[in-house]
T-cell receptor, first 115, second 110 residues
Framework: DAGVTQSPTHLIKTRGQQVTLRCSPK?????VSWYQQALGQGPQFIFQ???????QRGNFPDRFSGHQFPNYSSELNVNALLLGDSALYLC??????????????FGPGTRLLVL | SQQGEEDPQALSIQEGENATMNCSYK?????LQWYRQNSGRGLVHLIL?????REKHSGRLRVTLDTSKKSSSLLITASRAADTASYFC??????????FGKGTRLSVIA
């Protein structure tokens, strides 16, 4: 049973560019959350997708957007990249009918470096 | 903003010793969770303790929760080199997202 997968593992972009990160949830899970983790910090919640809609959003600008597909996989898009967007981006999934504050299953993350 | 604050920020112990990490938080919670992260990779869920529980065990892990002091502790007994990682507490309340602390970096020296 595959866990949460993310692609790519690493990515280098320059300021002003756009990036798309991808996530496939654990089998049987229908909810996907995205987190940003800066170096030396804990993960910070970006947003959560359920039934192909953004259900909740953290304190991130509109440059951060997402999408969820009918197969529950998800994308995170970041436009107009800034140096401060350099971070590890984590995707987490959770099973049906569990609250946002229940156990999250994390993928290995995508390391984004903005130059 | 991050609610949980882990203490200490870094901890170095010898293999076989016990490791204790603490987490303090500011608001009411429904549950508190501990996660482990190896070298900037994904987080692995270790244990969840609900607000009406005081202590929970899982293998070599023991978690306590004191809601009156808004604090929790994670004890790893008989530590191994493989326990070297960062450990994060995360608090859950209602339908709001988990809020993570900054973590404790544990080094277990063989």
């Amino acid at each position: 049973d595959a866990g949460v997968t993310q692609s790519p593992t690493h990515l280098i972009k320059t300021r002003g560019q756009q990036v798309t990160l991808r996530c496939s949830p654990k089998s049987g899970h229908d909810t996907v959350s995205w987190y940003q983790q800066a170096l030396g910090q804990g993960p910070q919640f970006i947003f959560q997708y359920y039934e192909e809609e953004e259900r909740q959003r953290g304190n991130f600008p509109d440059r951060f957007s997402g999408h969820q597909f009918p197969n529950y996989s998800s994308e995170l898009n970041v436009n107009a990249l800034l140096l401060g967007d350099s971070a590890l981006y984590l995707c987490a999934s959770s099973p049906p009918q569990t609250g946002q504050q229940e156990t999250q299953y994390f993928g290995p993350g995508t390391r984004l470096l903005v130059l | 903003s991050q609610q949980g604050e882990e203490d200490p920020q870094a901890l170095s112990i010898q293999e076989g010793e016990n490791a204790t990490m603490n987490c303090s938080y500011k608001t009411s919670i429904n549950n508190l969770q501990w996660y482990r992260q190896n070298s900037g990779r994904g987080l692995v869920h270790l244990i969840l303790i609900r607000s009406n529980e005081r202590e929970k065990h899982s293998g070599r892990l023991r978690v306590t929760l004191d809601t009156s002091k808004k604090s929790s502790s994670l004890l790893i007994t008989a530590s191994r080199a493989a326990d070297t990682a960062s450990y994060f507490c995360a608090t859950g309340l209602g339908n709001t997202p988990l809020v993570f602390g900054k973590g404790t970096r544990l080094s277990v020296i063989a």
